[in-house]
């Protein structure tokens, strides 16, 4: 039996997604195993994600008002690429074969769903004031990523701009998160007009 302080790190880590009990238990032995510095910093880090905010343009996660792309006018201000979650972008931009602006959903439309809490709206009112050329769907290759690409592109569509969907240099069913930086520059050098 640990210690109750053990016990409770390792509840704590086992709370998060992808990491079991076992995995919990591990961590927080390893983490005992550092020296003060190490934890003290990592205490501080974890501390500081509460200070992080949303963009309020693109709604990825941000230090200010803006997120560093949005903040970056070297990139290509006339092109969105449409994403499902933060984590979307970071796989994105590994690649290095996108220079434009981002959008983030914050999720996808499923099945009986409205999507009435994505940031749909929004993206509709971006493009229309920052005259935007190109919107690019980076949903995930699933059911509702496609769902809801669809459902974006007959609402775009009366507006007149290009607008196209990553190529299918990922397989149906895989999430950008987990994709290698290969496949997904290959799926943005593919992407097809909808």
């Known amino acids: 039996m640990y210690p109750k302080a ?5 509840k704590n880590l086992a709370s998060l997604p992808s990491v079991g009990p076992k ?3 591990r961590l927080v032995l390893f ?3 550092q020296d003060i510095e190490k934890i003290r910093d990592f205490a ?5 994600i509460k200070n992080m905010r949303i963009c309020h343009r693109c709604y990825n996660i941000a230090e200010g008002e803006l997120c560093e792309y949005c903040k970056d006018d070297k990139r290509d201000q006339h092109s969105i690429c449409v994403v499902e979650e933060p984590l979307d972008i970071i796989s994105l931009e590994r690649t290095k074969a996108y220079q434009g602006l981002y959008h ?7 099945v009986g769903d409205s999507g009435a809490e994505l940031k749909i709206p929004e993206l509709i009112s971006r493009i229309e004031k920052e005259k935007i050329t190109e919107v690019i ?12 690409a669809l459902y974006l592109k007959r609402k ?8 196209t969907r990553l190529g299918r240099g990922l397989s149906t069913g895989a999430d950008l998160e987990y994709a290698d930086e290969l496949t997904i520059s290959e ?3 593919n992407r097809k007009v909808l």
């Open 6 to 10: 053990f016990q409770k790190l390792i």
């Open 23 to 25: 995995m919990a238990e």
């Open 31 to 33: 983490l005992f195993k």
């Open 44 to 48: 501080e880090n974890l501390l500081e």
């Open 104 to 110: 983030v959903l914050g999720g996808v439309i499923q």
């Open 137 to 148: 769907f980076a949903t995930n290759p699933t059911t509702e990523g496609d769902a809801t």
């Open 156 to 163: 775009i569509q009366p507006l007149s701009i290009k607008i």
């Open 187 to 189: 799926a943005l050098t």
